[in-house]
């Protein structure tokens, strides 16, 4: 998945998501980066896992993706 502009959502990034919430990317299988010990959400095969302020981890695809915009670019540690 991506943002608006075109760049890649990577695991580590610190999103806001539809303008009132938080989260910060744990895996993206679109491009099969994940943060460390997150590789158990391969099987989801597309889209991203955010870790959400709103309610935890919630998978989104580009079908149920809402308006995301990059916080903080993060780095897989």
């Not at 943002?3 to 491009?31: C, E, F, L």
């Amino acid at each position: 998945m991506k943002y608006a502009d075109g760049t890649d959502i990577r695991p580590g990034d610190v999103i806001q998501i539809d303008v009132k919430y938080r989260g910060r990317v744990m895996a993206s299988m679109d491009t099969s980066e994940y943060l460390p010990g997150e590789d158990k959400w391969a099987y989801l095969g597309t889209g991203i896992l955010v870790d959400t302020d709103f309610g935890g981890p919630v998978h989104y695809t580009s079908e149920t993706a809402d308006h995301f915009v990059l916080i903080q670019r993060g780095t897989v540690d």
